[in-house]
Every structure is written in structure tokens, then in C-alpha cells.
RNA sequence: GCACCCAUAGCUCAGCUGGAUAGAGCGUUGCCCUCCGAAGGCAAAGGUCGCACGUUCGAAUCGUGCUGGGUGCACCA
């Protein structure tokens, strides 16, 4: 724990209660039903019933749900499937939630579920609010989300844009499942890179104190440290300016670090990333958390000395055999095992490495994320082999790898330049697209998917950019609720969830209203596969289903939200459109993206 | 040579961890809207899910082997 720079703020998730999901729910209804048919003799008993699923079906004119519990019970019950599905949609159809339950195809069971169903998950979503939606799949056991983790030698470029998103969103999705939450930040500060950092800014503070600056090749040219240079002057006058790197290199590099690392967490800040911990690699050596780590994989005879052989098909011309420790990362499904020491005897990058996981592990965490750049697919399988190797196979280490983000301006692309310290930052992409923009952009893919973004594209109002179509619909819904207060119908979630909902009953509000009763169970399955583009791409469907909604009050004026005249009805109507709402917040909450309430 | 990621409509991509006739947006085509709840709407066409075997009631999804693209492959972090 010494390595902790930061302190991690505790997240605790007032878990427990059972949310509302429909299908869970008929899924107990399916199982119980079983058992009793069980119990009765119908079907053997003891069958295993976890295959068991309630789904939505692909078309829906086959019905709001379907079961496959006949087909997958039909084997090991050795019955026809179309027996056991006609058994069981006998007893579901008794009770009052099941509307209809129908045989079709090889066996599947469709179900149509009570119209009042549909009208109470409506007053549910508005009964719960920002709770809506909130699952308890994490169970209060603690995970550790590592992202971004930039080399602390200089801003954040756009290269780190996508990772620090899909990070936090993850972060976010993982309370929201009740997940104890800690996100961190390791910083790299153990290597070769801040010496090249310090004598990078060494030169700037010669440059403050009025010399002319080297910055020589291998050097980092940027323009950011010439404040650096400056806070040197300012520190240490003219001290430091005639003697040799010895008397200035350490100094200078924490100093220099501190900065750069005050600068990333600025950045981060732009983006409405906030981290819990940061966690220093340096602060590993020196404190035999290294040798610690190293050891604990002695014990159990995965350090041994040897040699490597050479990769085949790749022609190295300095090849030459060395005898070093190594991991024996292969005991755990790596390909070859790993050098943890040079052969000069001090560390290897990968070292640190294994004592800050088995840091993580040690602090009691049940599962580890690990967000890297595409670039590092190749550390995989080693980092998860010293994971399951440190933590006796108990603690999980899920790695997401993300892939390039690429820069376009109105179909151009955006070409960054070369020259070395003139890049597009993480700044300069907020500045023009803005944080909740750049936000949902970076989560309308998949994490191991190329992205492309458009300066243009993004900010454009219109159908084509889904972050404006989402918050588009986020904005006619509170034009909705603002007239409705207007026509004087108590718009509180408190007076809507106490509506007659009834009312509503055309088969479009219906299939509004089921469209919101999959956010629950959007979030269990986002929350299980660790996969954050799923709560845009629901978002989406979700906008796109209200538009709709919306279109046909154009020509059906029965649909219109605000019915004059007939407060009872409007009332109704105007729940089903705030419960939408509470929906579309409560997924752009996960995405770290703020609601627009009205457009201009 | 090896490992990992990707391959789905003309284009950009989803696809519920194995379900029924594989979806969306763009683009294309055809209608509608200019009495504002139209920063548009409705509809149609468009697919050997890279290929081939296999697993089973059932495969875009799982396994194996290929093909094509990307990334990475000892003492660099």
C-alpha cells in the first residue's frame, strides 16, 4: 500500500434491493413452475434448469417474451419438447401476469405478458428515478478499474482520449451494478522515460535563466515544459545551471513529474474523469515490493534461471543467448516465459509490473480491469498469467484492449503532425467538440473496434449523429414535461406515478414503454461482459423509439403527450414519456454525459 | 514463424455470451410534409454473416483448420 499516492474514496452502493427486471422476473415464474411440475410427477425431478432462459424474442410479433425451457429440458427429461412447452404454457397462462402463452416452432414458448405489466414498470421507472435500472450483480465485492496510465512525460493526446472513456464509463457501470468501484491510475515513473523527461525540462530551465536550450535529439521538444522551466528557475535560481546531471537529475525528475502529473489530472478533469488512486511504479523499488512479489512466485517454482530462445521467423541480428530470471509464465497459459531481470541484474519493466498486481491483488480487490492501448496486446496473456499466478487463480484480471481512434474533419482526415511535439492533445479535441460530445463518441464502438471521429460530424444536428439524436429526444422530453406544467397537470414523478396509467394502452406507447422495461436487463448484461457501448447503443434504440412515438402524434392526434381537455389521460401519457426520460438520464449518467434539456 | 484483435447489406457498424425469417444508420429508389409536435416522416430494395469442417434439437455466436487486414513479438518502458 506504500506505492498509494492518492487516497481511494470509498463507493459504497446502497445494493440490495431487487430491481425491477421483467424478464428475471418471468424467469422465476418459468422455474417455479417447473418445479411444481417437477413436483408433481410431470417431469422427472433434479433436471438442470440453468439453461433455462427468458428472452426477448427476435420478432416481436411473436410476443414480449420466449422461452426455450422445453427445448433445453426435452433431452434429459427424454419428452417431446412440444409436450413439456404445452404442459407449462398450461399452468403459466393461470397466472395474471401471463396474457397468453403459445407453442411455436420446435418447441419455443412465446409469451405475451398483461397489458398492466407494462403500465406498472412505467410507475416503477418513475418510482426509482436515477435508481432505475440499478442492478446487484457486483454484490458489493470490490473491483479495480486501471486506465489511462500515460507516461507522466507530457499532456494527454488523443491516443488517451478513448481509453480514459471507456474506463470511467466502465467505472460508472460497474457502481451502477453494484460493484464497490475503485479506479486508479498507474503512473510510470520508474523508467528510462522521466530521465529523458528531466533532462528534456533541464533544458528549458536553462532556457528560463536566459541560455540557449539543447534539446537534443531524443529529447521531448514540447512547448509544455517550458513552464517547467520556469517553476525550476523560480525553485532554484541559478543553481543548478553549471553542474552535471548527477547533483540535478533525481530532483528534477520528481519535479518535473509532479507537473506533468498535475497537468494529466487537469486533463482528465476536462473530461470528467476523476481517479481514485494513483499508484506509482517507483514507489516500488527500494521497498521490496518487487522482491516481494518475485519471491511469492518462487515459492511456487515459477522464477528459475535459463535462456531464452530466440523467436523463430524473426530475423534478429544482434541476437546473442543470455542466461536471466524468468517467469515461468507458461505454468499459467502464456506462450513463452518472461524475463523479470536483465541480465546486468536490475529489473525488467515487467517486474513493477507484477508487484503492482499482486499489490492490487493483496488489497483484497475480487476482480481487476485493466484498460490498455491495442499497441499492448502483446502483455496480455503474461499479465493475466502472473494474476491467476499471485492470486491462486481467485482473483479474475479482465484486460480491454482499445483501438485507435482516428481524426477526421468533414470526411478529411485529420492529420497530425509529425513533428515531434506537435500533436492533437486530449484539450485541443474537448475544446472543440466539448466533453459530453467526445464522451458518447468514444463509446458508439466497441472497445477492440477502430473508431472514427469527425470534428464535424460530431457537433452536426442532425438524425446522423447520435449523440444529438439522444439528446434531442433528452430535450422534447422536458419540452413535454415544461408545457404540460403549463397546462396545469402536476408533473412531479410523485403525482405521475399516481396516474391513472390505464390510459395507456395504444400498441405504441406499449412497445415505448418495453423499450424502456429492457434498460434493467441492458445493464446486467452490459455490467457481466464489462462492455459500456452497450448502455449508447440502447440509448439510441431508446431516442429512437421515442422519435417515433413522437412522429405519429403528427398524424394520430390521439398520441399527442398532452391531450387538451382530458387532464386524466394527458397525465398518463406524460408519465410514459417522463419514465423515458428517467431512462435516457440514467444511461447518460453511465456514460458521464450530461443531459441536454432543451436545444438551441 | 508465433501470439492477440478484427472480418456481418454498396459504406460505417450493432447483434442479448447458442435461439425462430440476421438488425440499425448512411447511401440508393419511391411516396408524403411547406395548415410547425417536420433541425423531416413513411416505405421498399439490398446478405453464401471471409472460407471449410465439427459440436447439437438449433451456430453470425462455441471448437479446429485455412484466407485476408491490423497489432505485437529477448537485457526498451
Redesign the pocket.
Known amino acids: 500500500m506504500t506505492c498509494l499516492l492518492g487516497s481511494g474514496i470509498p463507493k459504497r452502493n446502497e445494493t440490495g434491493n431487487d430491481q425491477m427486471n421483467l424478464f428475471a422476473e418471468i424467469r422465476t415464474l418459468v422455474i417455479e413452475t417447473l418445479n411444481a411440475m417437477a413436483a408433481e410427477g410431470i417431469l422427472p425431478a433434479g433436471l438442470e434448469l440453468s439453461q433455462v ?1 427468458v ?5 416481436a410479433a ?2 414480449d417474451m ?1 422461452t ?1 425451457a422445453a ?2 429440458l426435452a ?1 434429459p427429461a427424454a419428452m417431446q419438447p412440444r409436450a413439456i412447452a404445452e404442459a407449462l404454457a398450461a399452468r403459466l397462462i393461470a397466472d395474471p401476469r401471463v396474457a397468453s402463452a403459445d407453442v ?5 414458448l ?1 409469451l405475451r405478458l398483461a397489458t398492466s405489466l407494462w403500465q406498472d414498470l412505467i410507475k416503477m421507472a418513475l418510482t426509482q428515478g436515477a435508481a432505475f435500472g440499478r442492478a446487484n450483480v457486483g454484490a458489493g465485492r470490490r473491483v479495480n478499474v486501471e486506465f489511462v496510465s500515460a ?1 507522466p512525460t507530457g499532456p494527454m493526446h488523443v491516443g488517451h482520449v478513448r481509453g480514459a472513456v471507456v474506463g470511467d464509463a466502465l467505472a460508472r457501470l460497474l457502481a451502477f451494478s453494484g460493484w464497490d468501484v475503485t479506479r486508479e491510475y498507474y503512473i ?1 515513473d ?4 522521466v530521465d529523458v523527461l528531466a533532462r528534456s525540462a533541464y533544458e528549458r530551465y536553462r532556457e528560463a535563466n536566459g541560455l540557449e536550450p539543447e534539446i537534443r535529439e531524443g529529447l521531448y521538444p514540447g512547448d509544455y515544459l517550458i513552464p517547467v522551466g520556469e517553476a525550476l528557475k523560480a525553485k532554484y535560481g541559478e543553481t543548478l545551471l553549471d553542474k552535471d546531471e548527477q547533483f540535478w537529475l533525481a530532483e528534477i525528475r520528481d519535479f518535473a513529474t509532479e507537473m506533468m502529473m498535475q497537468m494529466i489530472r487537469d486533463d482528465l478533469a476536462q473530461l470528467n474523469v476523476t481517479m481514485d488512486v494513483y499508484s506509482s ?1 517507483k514507489a516500488l523499488y527500494g521497498t521490496g515490493q518487487i522482491e516481494a512479489a518475485i519471491q511469492a512466485l518462487r515459492e511456487m517454482d515459477l522464477i528459475y534461471e535459463g535462456t ?1 530462445e530466440p ?4 530475423t ?1 541480428e ?5 542466461e ?1 530470471m524468468l517467469f515461468r509464465s507458461t505454468a499459467h497459459g502464456d ?1 513463452v516465459d518472461r ?1 523479470v531481470q ?3 541484474g ?1 529489473w ?2 515487467f517486474a513493477p509490473d507484477i508487484a503492482y498486481h499482486y499489490n492490487k491483488v493483496q488489497r483484497g480487490f475480487d476482480e481487476l480491469i485493466d484498460i490498455f492501448g ?8 503474461r499479465m493475466k498469467a502472473a494474476v491467476s499466478a499471485l492470486s491462486n487463480g481467485k482473483v479474475p484480471l479482465d484486460i480491454k ?1 482499445v ?1 485507435l481512434v482516428k481524426l477526421y474533419k468533414n470526411g478529411e482526415p485529420f492529420k497530425m503532425s509529425k513533428r515531434a511535439g506537435t500533436f492533437v492533445t486530449l484539450r485541443d479535441v474537448v475544446e472543440q467538440a466539448g466533453a459530453d460530445v467526445t464522451r458518447f463518441m468514444m463509446l458508439t ?2 472497445n ?5 471521429f469527425d470534428f464535424a460530424k460530431v457537433l452536426d ?4 449523429n447520435p449523440v444529438f439524436y439522444v439528446q ?1 429526444a433528452n ?1 422534447r422530453i422536458n419540452s ?1 414535461l415544461r408545457k404540460s406544467q403549463d397546462a396545469g397537470i402536476d408533473c412531479s414523478d410523485a403525482a405521475l406515478a399516481a396516474a391513472d396509467l390505464s390510459h395507456l394502452n395504444h400498441p405504441a406507447e406499449i412497445e415505448m414503454a418495453k423499450k424502456i422495461a429492457e434498460w434493467p ?1 441492458l445493464v446486467e ?1 452490459a455490467s ?2 464489462n ?1 459500456p ?2 448502455v449508447a ?1 440502447y440509448l439510441y434504440e431508446l431516442a ?1 423509439e421515442f ?5 405519429k ?2 398524424d394520430d392526434t390521439s ?4 391531450q387538451e381537455g382530458n387532464a386524466a389521460t394527458s397525465a398518463a401519457k406524460v408519465a410514459l414519456v417522463r419514465a423515458t426520460g428517467v431512462a435516457i438520464s440514467a444511461g447518460l449518467a453511465i456514460l458521464g454525459v450530461t443531459p441536454v434539456v432543451e ?2
Open positions: 432462459a428472452e426477448p424474442p427476435r420478432d411473436h410476443g420466449a426455450n427445448m433445453v433431452k411455436a416452432g420446435p418447441g419455443f412465446n507516461n510510470n520508474g523508467g528510462a522515460q511504479e531464452l523467436p523463430k521467423g524473426k534478429l544482434d541476437w546473442e543467448p543470455r536471466q506462450d524475463p536483465k541480465s546486468d536490475s525488467t519493466y491495442a499497441d499492448h496486446g502483446g502483455y496480455v496473456k484492449l483501438q464502438r466497441k477492440d473496434v477502430t473508431l472514427d444536428q442532425s438524425k446522423d434531442y430535450a413535454v436487463r448484461i457481466k461482459a462492455e457501448h452497450r447503443f429512437s422519435h417515433g412515438l413522437w412522429n402524434g403528427n398520441l399527442r403527450f398532452i436545444m438551441r
